[in-house]
């Protein structure tokens, strides 16, 4: 049996992931396992949609079984959130990961990888840091000048893909790349059948009723306008949190030094929204997405404790019948809903996550909807 593994977040689900869902089909897949984001994307922030209309997508266009990504992975970088996906994939049995990219070149991926693991580059990265370059920017220039001129370390997908390759080692899962087959992921055109996510989230937020975005995702994929989260609604609350924390609890978040901390502080003074302070704490060595995963972190208690634990648990957030057949070869505590966590790190960050999530949202539902809903069954 060829178990095929994807590691997403559908946010939401297009018709460039339905492809990919096919042709999964078409070159082996007899199960098809998504390994999920909950509430929170890796972009730091709240998803559109709750994880039931995003499982209930994937599972209407071609999974079998779809697994939550746990909540501080998620609000993490490609690396830490790859090295979650696929633990939860190790643990369920894949055979291979099935993944897209921009080059689609698994052999040039391969030798970056290799490249980003070595010592040299190591060392040149670090020293590139210490210069003031972000993260990526670092990364890149660190590739570039050790003669590795690829796009992987360039688009966010090969970075992905690059981090989906360096977590694969050990696992004995074998990956399977795809070029992308869709819009670019930062495009904001709709003109094409297949429009990217952040497309479909731009047209939803100037419009939750757009006919547009309707036409561009599956039938039934997006719920209604009511039932879609807009941070904006926790702007004063995400700014108050960063004003009011100490440098201790500031520090505590994953991957923030004092020079961080201080930052933020700087950026959330006299600030009333979220994208106010991500502007102002944006600089050439903080990129926004890590400004925003770190607000997050901070209003959900998130520590880099959390993002270092290893998986605990295999979460269904859907599933049909092949979906449950393969739970049997489960290498972890399987969980059905979140009360089957009662008590652990776990099921409290995942509970402070729906009722964050829930304050985004039109219509506030009670946390026990949250702590008591079962998988989706199809």
Same mark, same amino acid.
């Given at each position: 049996m060829g178990v095929f593994g994807v590691i997403c977040e559908y946010?939401?689900?297009?018709?460039g992931h339905c492809w990919q869902l096919k042709k999964a089909r078409e070159l082996g897949a007899d199960t098809v396992v998504c390994a999920m984001s909950g509430n929170f994307v890796q972009r730091g922030a709240p998803a559109l949609c709750h994880w039931r209309y995003r499982?209930? !997508? *994937? $599972? &209407?266009?071609? #999974?079998? %079984? @779809?697994?939550?990504?746990?909540?501080?992975?998620?609000?993490?970088?490609a690396q830490f959130f790859a090295e979650g996906g696929v633990a939860v994939l190790a643990a369920i049995g894949?055979?291979?990961?099935?993944?897209?990219?921009?080059?689609?070149?698994? !052999? *040039? $991926? &391969?030798?970056? #990888?290799? %490249? @980003?693991?070595?010592?040299?580059?190591?060392?040149?990265?670090?020293?590139?840091?210490?210069?003031?370059?972000?993260?990526?920017?670092?990364?890149?220039?660190?590739?570039a000048q050790l003669g590795d001129h690829s796009a992987a370390l360039?688009?966010?997908?090969?970075?992905?893909?690059?981090?989906? %390759?360096?977590?694969?080692?050990?696992?004995?899962?074998?990956?399977?790349?795809?070029?992308?087959?869709?819009?670019?992921?930062?495009?904001?055109?709709?003109?094409?059948?297949?429009?990217?996510?952040?497309?479909?989230?731009?047209?939803?937020?100037?419009?939750?009723?757009?006919?547009?975005?309707r036409q561009l995702v599956p039938p039934g994929t997006l719920p209604g306008p009511d039932e879609?989260?807009?941070?904006?609604?926790?702007?004063?609350?995400?700014?108050?949190?960063?004003?009011?924390a100490s440098q201790q609890q500031l520090t505590a978040l994953p991957f923030v030094d004092t020079g961080l901390a201080n930052?933020?502080?700087?950026?959330?003074?006299?600030?009333?929204?979220?994208?106010?302070?991500?502007?102002?704490?944006?600089?050439?060595q903080h990129t926004a997405a890590r400004i925003r995963r770190a607000v997050?972190?901070?209003?959900?208690?998130?520590?880099q404790q959390d993002v270092l634990a290893p998986v605990q648990y295999l979460h269904v957030l859907g599933a049909n019948s092949r979906g449950l057949a393969l739970l049997k070869r489960a290498q972890l505590p399987v969980l059905t809903n979140l009360a089957g966590a009662k008590g652990t790190r776990y099921e409290q960050i995942e509970r402070t996550a729906f009722a964050a999530f829930a304050g985004c949202l039109p219509h506030i539902p009670t946390e026990n909807w949250e702590y008591t809903q079962k998988f989706l069954r199809v």
């Open positions: 946010n939401p689900l297009h018709l499982a209930r !997508a *994937a $599972l &209407q266009n071609g #999974a079998d %079984l @779809v697994l939550r990504i746990p909540t501080p992975r998620c609000l993490s970088s894949v055979d291979k990961l099935f993944f897209g990219s921009e080059c689609g070149d698994l !052999a *040039a $991926l &391969q030798q970056t #990888a290799r %490249l @980003v693991e070595s010592s040299r580059f190591q060392a040149l990265f670090l020293q590139l840091r210490r210069q003031g370059l972000s993260y990526p920017r670092a990364r890149q220039q660190a590739a360039q688009s966010p997908n090969d970075t992905l893909a690059l981090e989906y %390759l360096r977590a694969l080692g050990g696992t004995g899962i074998r990956p399977l790349c795809l070029p992308r087959n869709t819009a670019g992921h930062h495009s904001t055109s709709t003109d094409s059948p297949i429009a990217s996510a952040t497309a479909l989230r731009t047209l939803l937020q100037d419009d939750p009723h757009s006919p547009r975005a879609m989260a807009d941070s904006r609604y926790l702007d004063r609350a995400l700014c108050q949190k960063v004003q009011m930052r933020l502080q700087a950026a959330a003074a006299g600030q009333s929204t979220l994208a106010g302070l991500v502007a102002a704490g944006t600089s050439p997050w972190c901070l209003y959900l208690g998130v520590t």
